[in-house]
């Protein structure tokens, strides 16, 4: 995915880091931010994870690392859950200020109860994501509970969060426990999706049964099962960003696909950037790219691999039809193919312009047939209308048209 990295200025003047994540046409229907766990960074890879299952869906990410973590500027010590929303605001109004206002948030644990109080502030947000998130922000105390009375009678302590050391300030926990969740819910106005796992340890399941008893509708629920908290398998978290996005789609403006029209069989049309092509084949879309290590973005076939399906297709059509109508037992076929060039083997001199064209075909035919049967039906193969138009003469007439 293209990826642009930018900083920002929160409202204590410190810069903050983000990374936008772009489809690969880099011409997002929608900008949406990523509210990360508490103490993790925008290069969690649930976070990635997600990001990629959206853009593959034509919506923008922007994350980034709360302050006073990953490369964030600030003190995390100074830091609480007003100020991680206060963050959202900000990004938001980056985000608004270089490219789009976002319509789109999304948070996981501690970041899915900021997206809801940020989701109330930021005007321009349509739909709101949450995904293992707590009932209330004072959730996370319990990270910390051996260490609150000495937080609270020393003002600040040392403590272990995930393995990693953090100075957390009386602030925090007063400020945690001052938030009011039901209410906050209560009032958004926007569409919410809350996701959460049955198996979830760290907040349990109820959390999300709370937060849909809050909620006004539009609301939505979607189980995460088997999944743990921080969606440390690859396929849960790319499943919670396939999810939402196919969620968040019906909130997001609806964008017209490419009008394309011809008089012909088929139209084909490319862009100003890179080589993703739209393609009208009869009444069907279709979609061509060239492959990355060649300047695409492998975002559809090629050229090249649509020309192989287009053989294998008729390949496998007639071969079917021949079977039908002699009444034979066949139950599949599988054609496996691949193009290369090659030098011709009769070649005195080669160069490059004796290199020919070589389609390799296997045919796998599975059904209740002998082998003067298959091998029949290896001969009907090459009778196929496309394998006969490959080996004749082609005159390829081209013109220019208004």
């Known amino acids: 995915m293209p990826t642009k990295k930018l900083t920002f200025q929160n409202t204590e003047g410190h810069e903050l880091s983000a990374h936008l994540e772009l489809p690969i046409d880099a011409h997002p229907i929608a900008y949406a931010i990523f509210a990360h766990c508490f103490t993790c960074n925008k290069n969690f890879h649930a976070v990635r994870h997600i990001s990629e299952a959206l853009t593959h869906q034509g919506i923008a990410v922007l994350s980034f690392d709360f302050t006073g973590l990953g490369q964030s500027e600030g003190d995390f010590s100074d830091t609480n859950f007003s100020s991680n929303v206060e963050d959202l605001v900000a990004a938001a109004k980056a985000l608004t200020d270089a490219y789009e206002a976002p319509r789109l948030l999304i948070g996981h644990s501690l970041g899915g109860a900021a997206v809801i109080f940020a989701g109330r502030q930021i005007k321009s947000v349509e739909a709101v994501a949450t995904v293992g998130a707590p009932s209330s922000p004072a959730h996370v105390s319990h990270l910390i509970q051996g260490d609150i009375e000495k937080i609270k009678n020393q003002d600040a302590a040392e403590v272990s969060i995930g393995g990693r050391t953090f100075n957390v300030k009386k602030q925090f926990l007063e400020d945690i426990s001052s938030q009011n969740m039901p209410e906050t819910v209560r009032e958004l106005k926007e569409a919410l999706l809350i996701m959460h796992s049955p198996q979830d340890e760290i907040v349990d399941i109820n959390h999300a049964a709370k937060l849909y008893e809050y909620a006004m509708h539009p609301k939505s629920f979607v189980s995460l099962d088997g999944a743990d908290h921080l969606l440390t398998s690859e396929g849960d978290s790319r499943y919670a960003g396939d999810v939402i996005a196919t969620w968040a789609k019906r909130y997001l403006p ?149």
């Open 254 to 402: 609806k964008v017209a696909p490419i009008q394309l029209k011809t008089k012909q069989q088929v139209v084909v049309q490319i862009g100003s950037e890179g080589y993703v092509s739209e393609i009208l084949a009869g009444k069907h879309r279709l979609r061509a790219d060239e492959p990355q290590d060649v300047g695409g973005n492998d975002f559809g076939p090629s050229p090249y691999e649509l020309l192989l399906s287009g053989l294998g297709a008729c390949t496998a059509m007639t071969i079917r039809m021949y079977a039908d109508r002699k009444g034979w037992g066949l139950d599949n076929v599988h054609v496996h193919l691949s193009h290369k060039k090659d030098y011709a083997k009769d070649c005195q001199e080669c160069d490059d312009k004796s290199k020919i064209d070589v389609i390799d075909r296997t045919i796998k035919i599975e059904g209740d047939m002998d082998d003067l049967q298959k091998k029949r039906l290896l001969e009907i193969a090459n009778k196929c209308p496309v394998h006969r138009t490959l080996h004749s003469q082609v005159e390829v007439n081209t013109s220019l048209t208004d």
